[in-house]
């Protein structure tokens, strides 16, 4: 392979290390409307009131509307990017006279300058009837107040959701007699875990901006993730029809799930449709942190069965899963709590059963591991106490039960393992750990320990059966290639690594293929970047779309030269023929064709191509964690972490290094600082940078990333995902370090200081 | 207010609101690398420099750079080609959010203390967050950066 599996630079990464205007508000019209939004102070309360006459007077404001303004009988919607029938429940309005955490929106304010819309959100007058909130999840389900007791709130698709309840799904599967084969067990691990939400706390926060086109349309330019589903869930927020509405992306400034939902597009999108002006919708780094869409909290009760010879044979995972005040992303997040964290193991038996509620907190949504993060915490750590009951190594208990290469998986949906190098993943992480000198702990001697522990984990490569993968490539003057894709990158470099497969398959100049992506004008259908599909299915769809091109080129080619197309080979420069030609023209360079490709021509040379996928390889990870920690004070430093990957090839190993990288120190912060808490109001106490901490590069030693790649036969060169794997190891990793450093186990995250220096008993 | 501002090497006279922030004034200006991540001073995207340090200008008033010296990277392209390929060499840049503060506030190091160390290194740039890249990436860019610096010093003295 010449292209792929090389450390090419990203095809963006002059324009952005050189600061060029590429993102959102880089680009958008300077007479933009600035857009805001007031927001309700109260977790749970009906609006009764609300007088905007004074603020509409402010001079510059255009525009202010209210639940007055939309229909609250009109059908609801979710603003979760997902393909339709999406599982997401649709509950929400554009403005809905119950809000239900304390930051939803009251108002929309429009106005030219942010001064004066700043001034007319305090003018506006609000009476609330505030009624009693529902906070803890522990509390939700079943309570009698309802979250959301509206009768126009629907759920699509069979997840178990019964809005009378506060359920937003459920769901029970299983193998075996989970209850005989636990009873007959030496040892069983009964323990319940606790992870909290977090943020995706992406530099460049939600923002929009939208204007009215040459045929009276809506063009949203916006940093999303989903440019079409983003363009059906503002249609359905709007009620009006799809074909009024075109959506682009620019650069994102990072996403990571976060703009898998869409938080900001139906604000601006109204305004601008109501009044036919440019607006932008930029949150404030505060409204990122209040009301957003982040990881959802949950609590992972998990019993892990084994024999005392090591021998795993059940594992029973119960899920309870917090959404918050809407569901976005509920239904389908918890489902990877048991089905990402279960298969990893061979086991006679296994169960896992989940409940989504509602509470009065802000929305939970799609964060990177979506749902395996928390799972994996709660499972890899219950192995971890497993080895320690059974003393065993728990490298080597590991080893004893990790489901293999060509194992059935019955808790993966029933699939196959195609492809995986787990088992050299471990072997290698104990040589780059130096595991076998290093653990569990050493005494410093200077009041510190350091220690190892160690987390697997697995996600998928797309959600099979559903998303779609697609890719449009044509020839231009000259020979150079452009490809069209409706995939989002947002700093992943997914447009270099698509770019990467169709040079290699069309055996051209990395450079001759230029991108774009991705406007739904434009764009082949593609369902966005997320649930690590991009690599994996897209670049499948890249892979074969390629290779159908060069099948007309060579007609094309065959045509000009004057034989038929299976006489002639090309070889990214020519085609050639296979015989010599009696009139001796044997061969016409690739750009010749595309010239005459212009010219008296009726073969089209362009291809498009969509794929889906029904299967859903696991790219591994194995990840170990040396932590020091200050036992006076209770810090704890990550001062390495190594890190080895499965993601099948890696298309491009510098990307593919700096993705692993990236989302270990995100892994890292969540299990020692990140936590969004509550007033008991319901108001988020982290809504700044300043409160909020996320990791520093003070705040970390090192990370070794290595890759053990197996080859797996349906992705574009033996490809799988590498997104979001990387996220889940050092949640477990760390809680069994600082466990080897304390002798106290933690069955909750973020592990702070305090609680190392006071643990509960 | 009437403010002179010589921006990017280019002197400018403005009439500005008094409480306009340093980071709005060079955005209108079409200095559009520089950003806003936050609003209390923790991410370090809008680093500019005033006469040549660097300095956050999420938290400047525009009126206090009256009469000096500010520099973007608009005003540094050289500079942050050159060093950015290190990045972009890495695949650093990832989303690139951060990357003009992070490269600004590099450079400024770089002319503090053209040859710093390892924790010299994240000390100074402490207070540039990114999101992307777990700072593996950006430090590795850094390292070979002084190191082809250091081969092109020694190549020129020889
Ligand atoms: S914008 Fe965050 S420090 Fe200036
Ligand atoms: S590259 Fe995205 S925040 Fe640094």
Request: aromatic residues 8%; hydrophobic residues 40%.
């Amino acid at each position: 392979m010449k292209i792929v599996n090389q450390p090419l630079r990203k095809k963006d990464a002059m324009q952005l290390v050189t600061g060029q205007p590429v993102y959102m508000d880089d680009i958008a019209p300077a007479n933009c409307l600035v857009v805001k939004l007031l927001r309700s102070p109260h977790a749970n309360a009906i609006v009764t009131s609300i007088n905007t006459a004074i603020a509409a007077k402010v001079p510059g404001i255009e525009a202010i509307y209210t639940w007055e303004d939309v229909d609250q009988d009109a059908r609801r919607f979710t603003c979760a990017g997902q393909t339709y029938p999406e599982p997401s429940p649709y509950d929400r309005l554009l403005l809905d006279r119950h809000v239900r955490f304390v930051g939803d929106p009251v108002a929309i304010v429009a106005g030219e300058t942010e001064k004066a819309v700043d001034k007319a959100l305090s003018l506006i007058k609000v009476q609330y009837e505030i009624l009693e909130p529902i906070l803890d999840f522990h509390q939700s389900l079943d309570n009698k107040i309802l979250i959301h007791p509206e009768d126009n709130w629907e759920s699509l698709c069979p997840v178990g959701a019964d809005n009378k309840r506060n359920l937003c799904a459920h769901d029970e599967c299983g193998a075996g007699d989970i209850e005989a084969v636990l009873a007959d067990c030496d040892v069983v691990i009964d323990r319940v875990y606790h992870t909290k939400a977090v943020q995706q706390t992406m530099m460049e926060t939600f923002r929009t901006f939208c204007t009215i086109d040459t045929y009276g349309r809506l063009n949203v330019v916006s940093s999303t993730q989903i440019v079409f589903h983003c363009r059906r869930i503002i249609a359905n927020a709007l009620h009006i029809p799809q074909t009024k509405i075109r959506v682009s992306k620019p650069r994102i400034g990072g996403g990571f799930g976060a703009k898998q939902t869409s938080i900001t597009e139906i604000y601006p999108a109204f305004v601008t449709w109501m009044t036919k002006k440019p607006s932008k919708l930029i949150f404030s780094r505060e409204e990122s942190m209040i009301a957003s869409t982040p990881r959802h909290e949950m609590e992972v009760h998990v019993r892990v069965g084994a024999m005392n010879d090591g021998k795993i044979r059940a594992i029973d995972v119960y899920t309870l899963s917090n959404t918050g005040a809407y569901g976005e992303h509920g239904p389908t997040t918890v489902g990877l709590s048991g089905h990402k964290s279960i298969p990893l193991y061979r086991t006679e038996s296994y169960r896992f059963v989940s409940d989504v509620v509602y509470t009065n907190r802000m929305s939970a949504g799609a964060y990177r591991g979506y749902g395996a993060t928390q799972g994996l915490f709660a499972v890899e750590s219950a192995v971890n106490e497993l080895a320690a009951k059974l003393d065993i190594d728990p490298i080597e208990l590991r080893e004893m039960n990790i489901a293999r290469e060509g194992d059935m998986m019955p808790a993966y949906y029933d699939s196959w393992n195609t492809s995986s190098a787990l088992d050299r993943c471990l072997k290698r992480v104990r040589e780059m750990s130096r595991w076998d000198e290093k653990y569990p702990v050493r005494d410093m001697g200077n009041g510190k320990v350091r220690s190892l522990g160690i987390g697997m984990s697995m996600q998928g490569s797309s959600i099979p059966f559903v998303d779609v993968g697609s890719a449009t490539l044509k020839v231009n003057d000259d020979g150079f290639y452009t490809l069209i894709i409706g995939s989002a990158d947002m700093g992943t470099g997914c447009d270099t690594v698509l770019a990467q497969i169709a040079a290699e398959v069309l055996e051209c100049e990395y450079d001759d293929v230029t991108v774009f992506g991705a406007d739904t004008d434009v764009s082949p259908y593609d369902s966005g970047s997320y649930a690590s599909s991009t690599t994996y299915l897209t670049g499948k769809a890249v892979e074969i779309c390629a290779q159908k091109l060069r099948g007309k080129i060579c007609a094309l080619g065959a045509q000009l030269l004057g034989c038929s197309a299976d006489e002639v080979v090309f070889d990214g420069r020519c085609v050639t023929r296979t015989q010599p030609a009696a009139d001796g023209k044997n061969s016409i360079a690739l750009a010749d064709i595309a010239t005459a490709s212009m010219c008296g021509n009726s073969v089209a040379l362009e291809e498009t191509v969509t794929k889906s996928s029904p299967v859903s390889p696991p790219p591994y990870m194995v990840g170990v964690a040396e932590v020091e920690v200050d036992l006076l004070t209770g810090q704890a430093e990550v001062i390495e972490f190594n890190a080895v990957v499965d993601c099948g090839t890696p298309i491009n190993p510098n990307l593919a290094r700096v993705q692993a990288e990236g989302g270990i120190l995100q892994g890292i912060g969540m299990a020692l600082m990140e936590n969004i808490t509550y007033t008991p109001e319901g108001r988020v106490v982290e809504n700044s940078l300043m409160q909020y901490k996320i990791p520093s590069r003070v705040d970390i030693g090192h990370i070794h990333v290595e890759f053990e790649s197996s080859y797996e036969g349906t992705g574009p060169f033996g490809a799988k995902s590498i997104g979001e794997v990387v996220i889940n190891t050092p949640g477990p990793a760390i809680a069994h370090a600082i466990y080897n450093a304390t002798g106290h186990r933690y069955y909750e995250l973020p592990i702070t200081p305090e609680q190392i220096v006071m643990p509960e008993k | 207010m009437l403010i002179n501002i010589v921006l990017n090497g280019k002197k400018i006279t403005r009439e500005i609101e008094p409480d306009l922030l340093l980071i709005d004034f060079v955005r209108k200006e079409g200095c559009f690398s520089v950003k806003r991540g936050c609003e209390t001073s923790n991410c370090g995207l809008c680093t500019v420099f005033l006469n040549d340090k660097p300095v956050l200008s999420c938290s400047l008033l525009a009126a206090r750079a009256d009469g000096q010296q500010v520099t973007t990277l608009e005003g540094l392209q050289e500079e942050a080609a050159e060093f950015g390929a290190f990045i972009a060499d890495q695949g650093a840049e990832q989303c690139g959010f951060c990357n003009p503060g992070f490269i600004m506030n590099a450079l400024a190091l770089f002319r503090e203390n053209p040859e710093p160390g390892e924790e010299e290194i994240k000390e100074y740039l402490a207070g540039n967050l990114c999101r992307c890249s777990g700072y593996e990436g950006q430090l590795r860019g850094i390292l070979n950066f002084l190191a082809w610096k250091k081969d092109k010093k020694r190549g020129v003295s020889l």
